[in-house]
C-alpha cells in the first residue's frame, strides 16, 4: 500500500490535535493540552483506486521561542497549514513556517484549514484576510474540529494532490 | 582540569544517563539497513531489531527519513502514548548511527510549562477580544500598545457624546417574548455600534435599547462633532435599511432618535475596586443624554457647541427645547423635523 507522511503545522492552540483526532478518531474533547513534540497517527484512505496510508504528523506548535525543527519535516509528502479562525494572528504564524519549510525542504503541496468555524460569533477572518490566502492559489477549507465540518474533505484533498503530485 | 573520579562519573550516569534508556542502531552507510543494535533496544521496540532489517519496518516514523547525509534531531518523538523519544541521526566514517534517548519525564515538565505558557496566550487573545467587542478594535489596540491610559484619575479633554435609543420600545418590550427582543436588539445594535466604530467613536456603554458613545478620545481624521453626526447619519440610514427588511418580513417598524453634545469631560475609570468601567463625566454628557429624549423619531438634536464645529450646518432647524433638570437651551434638529 502507498505511505504519504503528512505534517499539520499552525501555531499553537490553532487546534491541530483536534483536527487530526476528528480526522483519525471521530473524537473531539474541549480540553486543551499542549502538543509537545510531535504525535504521530496513521490513517488509510481510498483515493479513486488507490488506497493510501496516510502517516499523519501532529507537530507542536510553532511559538515565539519555540519554533518548529526542520527536520521533523524530512520525507513529508504534504502539509495541512492550519489557522484558528478567532484569532487571525495564526496566519502570519502559520506563513512564517511555510516560509521556513520552503527555505528548508522545498515546496510542498498543502492545504488550508481555516479552523473552529462552530465559534461564529467569535470568527475574526475577513475579507481581506481570505483574499490574501486565495492568492496563494491552495485549497482552503473552513473547518470545525468540533463538529467535523470539512475536516474528512480537506484531509482526502490533500491525499488526492499528493497522488497527482 | 583533573579527571573526573571514577565514583562521580558513575554517580551521574546512574542519575542522568541511565534514565534515558539509551539504545542505538548501527546501519549501513547511506542505506535503511541495520548492521547491529545495542542498549535497551526493547524501551523503544517491539521486536529485536536484526542485521538486514530495514529501519522503517522498526521504526515506522523514520519511513522516508533514511539515508541522511548530514546528522539530524528528532526531538521529542511520542513514538508511543505518553512516551517521549529524541532521535539523534549521526554520521560516521564507516556507518550511520540512530541514538534513541527516552525525555519522557524532562517532557512532561516542559509540558507544564508550555501547557500555562499557550493557556496565557489564548487567554490574552480572548482577553483582547473581549476588550475588542466592547470598547472597538483602535481602543483595544491603544490600549494594550499604552497609549491610551484608563486610570482613575482621569483625564480632561474635549469629547463629543452622542447617544441612542429606540422610540416607544418599552410597548414592544412588554408585547414581545424576551427572546424575539434580544434577538431584535441584537439586531438592531449591530446598525447602532459599527457607525460609531467605523467613525473612530468608542461605545461607552450599551442600555437595553440605548447606547452611549465618545468621539474625541480615538485620533481620527474627522473633528468629534463631525465624526460623531456622520456616525448618527450612518444610523439613520442602517434603520432605514433594518426598517425595510422588518416591512418585508411583516415586523413592527423600530425608530430612533439621537442626541450629540460636545464639551469638556473627564474620561476615566468609574466604580468600586472591584468592577469598574471606562466613562465620560461632564456637564454635556447630561445635555446629550437630554437631547436625544427630545428626538422624535429619525430624528439628530445637537446641542450649540456641536451645531458650531459642524460643516452643512445649514441643513439644521433651530428648536428651543426645555431639557429636564437643565433648562432652556437652543437645539438643532436634522432629520424628522426638517
Known sequence: MLQKKICILGAAGAGKTSLTAQFVYSKFSEKYLSTMGVKIDRKKVVVGDTQVNLMIWDIHGEEKFKKITSSYLRGASGLVMVVDGTRPETITIAKEILQRVEQDVGDLPYVWLLNKADLVDEWSLSERHLNDLKEMNKPIYHTSAKTGEHVEDSFLALAEMLLLG | MNKLPELLYQHIASHHIKQLELAWLKISPNSEEIISVGGAWQHYFQRLPVSGDSISDICEPLLGMLPFTKDFELPQMQLSEGQYTDISAVKDEECDWLLFCDVTEHTKQLQ?????????????????????????????????????????????????????????????????????????LNEYMDGMLAPVLSKDGMVDKIIGDGAMALFGVLDSKYSNAQAAFFAAQDMLKNIATLNKH??????????????????????????????????????????????????????ILVDLETYRRLENSDEFVLRRLFLKGIGEVDGYAYGFSK
Do not use: W
Open chain 2, 112 to 184: 507544564q510549562y508550555q501547557q500555562a505558557s499557550n493557556d496565557l496566550v489564548l487567554l490574552k487573545g480572548e482577553l483582547n477580544r473581549t476588550l475588542d467587542r466592547y470598547v472597538g478594535h483602535h481602543v483595544a489596540e491603544r490600549v494594550a500598545q499604552g497609549k491610551l491610559q484608563l486610570n482613575l484619575a482621569g483625564e480632561r479633554r474635549e469629547v463629543s457624546t452622542l447617544f441612542v435609543d429606540i422610540r416607544g420600545f418599552t410597548p414592544f418590550n412588554e408585547s414581545h417574548d424576551a427572546q424575539i427582543v434580544m434577538q431584535t
Open chain 2, 246 to 299: 422588518r416591512q418585508q418580513q411583516g415586523l413592527v417598524q423600530l425608530g430612533i432618535g439621537i442626541g450629540i453634545a460636545t464639551g469638556d469631560a473627564v474620561l476615566g475609570m468609574l466604580g468600586s475596586h472591584d468592577r469598574r468601567c471606562f466613562t465620560a463625566i461632564g456637564r454635556h454628557v447630561n445635555v446629550a443624554a437630554r437631547l436625544e429624549s427630545k428626538a422624535c423619531a429619525g430624528e
